[in-house]
């Protein structure tokens, strides 16, 4: 996260998520990357998100942001993170969920989010695709967990055609 891009409309989804994930019982920790000067106005980002900085201690039900300047790739930089970052960020989080607006331009994003789901599952893990302009990849370990984030999604009246899920064989 840029401080330049703080508070844009892509800071207003990831707060929209939170209040959401909130209202199911999960805490949820951001793990920002800061890129940029920030010069102490991380605060006053993670008040705005209404979440918290990363912790050692977990709660019952925690929930991690990943929130890279770029997305997903597949080499983990300073903009970047990978499938498998987040797979190891699974060990200690129930449901993760990640910015992401790393896809080719000109490309077909709809083949990029299956392929990014696949490798997601790959893993031994499961995820669905928040589509629109700013697009998050949430992830977990357990079906039944993410089950609960997708309907209480749902229930605050997000449209059904925003979530993409790949298909079981």
Request: proline residues 4%; positive net charge.
């Amino acid at each position: 996260m840029n401080p330049q891009y703080f508070g844009d409309s892509f800071d207003i989804v990831k707060r929209f998520f939170i209040e959401n994930l909130n209202a199911v019982g999960y805490r949820v920790h951001v793990d920002p990357m800061l890129t940029g000067e920030w010069n102490g106005m991380e605060h006053c980002f993670y008040g705005f998100l209404k979440a918290y900085p990363l912790s050692e201690q977990s709660s019952a039900k925690s929930a991690l942001l990943l929130d890279p300047d770029t997305g997903i790739g597949k080499k983990k930089s300073k903009k970047h993170i990978t499938i498998e970052y987040i797979k190891k960020q699974l060990l200690k989080y129930d449901v993760v969920f990640s910015f992401d607006q790393s896809f080719t331009r000109g490309g077909n994003p709809v083949v990029e989010i299956a392929e990014k789901l696949k490798s997601l599952q790959e893993t031994g893990n499961h995820g669905f695709y928040y589509d629109s302009h700013a697009r998050f990849l949430f992830a977990s370990k357990s079906p039944k967990k993410l089950g609960e984030v997708e309907k209480q999604l749902l229930a605050s009246g997000l449209p059904a055609s925003r979530i993409v899920k790949i298909r079981s064989a």
